[in-house]
């Protein structure tokens, strides 16, 4: 970690070169912005995942973000109240926490965030552009199709990349039941929305799922059908019976027969290469020579 920190810090000393100005920061927040927090945060006043970011500079002390920005949950634990208070409005998700980056980093982040109700500075916000078409997204059934196929990994990522599956559960229809490793995404699209799952999922702020896809981005429209997908999912959340316990009793049953059968498997190998190893053919054959020579 200290190594990759140093080798960033230098990497961006060689670009910065000597002449470490406040334009050369805010382009670096800019990019910091978008590889870190745009898939939660707008910087409008528009919620996505988290709250829409204009004007924080003003609402906060710029202590008080750095703290929060590197370890949301400490200040939560801690009981400072503004912390308290937004987590509480937003307590299905706790935000990462981005210890990793420097004061340098999060206050050049902190500076492409447009103030107040898009005044003067907010026209010039770079990262402002992010925009969502405010109708609703229609989607058909051949998008969600497509998308429960690919979430089931029966249909390919076209840059691979795992299936949402081996780490997701859902509850529908009678797709087997998931991986454990993260969150049951049945109703996410009902708390998240299009705009906050299709962020999550085309640049995932988590970084196992992060991992996962890394240089595998998904397409516009992979993650257009996994979005269809879990809409539908969601929409029909009500009708469907909870497979998540069913499917930890699957997998431990699973796990247990396996492990049965996989014994099975090896003592019968086992067996048989004894009975019919090819020394011991030739052993008895011998024994039956010493056999006739002795009778
Ligand atoms: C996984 C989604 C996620 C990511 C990524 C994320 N945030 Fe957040 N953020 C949230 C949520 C959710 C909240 C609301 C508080 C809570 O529930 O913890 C929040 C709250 C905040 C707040 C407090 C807002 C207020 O009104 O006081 C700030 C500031 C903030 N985030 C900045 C950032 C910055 C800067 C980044 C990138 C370095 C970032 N966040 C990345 C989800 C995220
Ligand atoms: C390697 C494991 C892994 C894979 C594969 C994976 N994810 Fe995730 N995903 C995670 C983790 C970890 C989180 C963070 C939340 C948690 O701890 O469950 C997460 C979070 C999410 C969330 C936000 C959940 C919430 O309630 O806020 C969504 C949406 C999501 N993933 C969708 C997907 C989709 C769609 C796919 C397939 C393209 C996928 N994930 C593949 C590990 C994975």
């Keep these: 970690m200290r190594i990759l920190k140093v080798l960033g810090i230098s990497a961006g000393f060689m670009l910065a070169g000597p002449f470490v100005n406040q334009n050369v920061m805010a382009q670096d927040g800019e990019a910091l912005y978008k590889a870190n927090c745009a898939s939660c945060h707008k910087t409008t006043s528009k919620r996505l995942v ?3 970011l204009e004007g924080i500079n003003e609402k906060r002390s710029e202590e008080w973000l750095i703290n929060w920005i590197k370890d949301p ?13 937004i987590f509480e409005e937003y307590n299905q998700i706790p935000m990462t926490a981005f210890g990793f980056l420097s004061d340098a980093e999060i206050k050049a982040i902190l500076s492409v965030i447009p103030g ?9 916000g770079a990262v402002a552009a992010v925009e969502e078409p405010e109708v609703p997204i229609e989607y058909t059934e051949e998008d969600a199709l497509a998308g429960r196929l690919l979430f089931e990994g029966k249909k390919k990522f076209v840059k691979g990349g795992p299936s949402c599956l081996s780490c997701h559960h ?10 454990l490793l993260a969150k049951d995404l049945t109703n996410v699209h009902g708390r998240l929305g299009d705009a906050g799952v299709s962020s999550i999922v085309s640049a995932p702020p988590f970084p196992a799922m992060a991992d996962a896809y ?13 979005t269809a997908f879990l809409k539908t999912v969601n929409e029909n959340s009500g009708t469907q019976a909870d497979t998540s316990q069913l499917g930890m009793f699957q997998m431990i049953g699973g796990g247990f027969i396996g492990l049965l059968l996989w014994l099975l498997i090896i003592y019968a190998t086992y067996n048989n290469r004894k009975k ?3 020394k011991e053919d030739i052993f008895k054959r011998q024994l039956k020579g010493n056999d006739s020579v002795n009778s």
């Design 50 to 52: 988290g709250p829409g």
């Design 73 to 85: 949950m400490k200040m939560v634990n801690a009981g400072d109240k503004e912390a308290v208070a």
């Design 116 to 124: 107040k109700a898009g005044a003067e500075s907010g026209a010039e």
């Design 170 to 179: 859902v509850s529908f229809d009678d797709i087997i039941s998931g991986g």
């Design 214 to 226: 890394k240089n595998k981005t998904l397409t516009d429209d992979e993650v257009f059908q996994l």
């Design 276 to 278: 019919e190893s090819v």
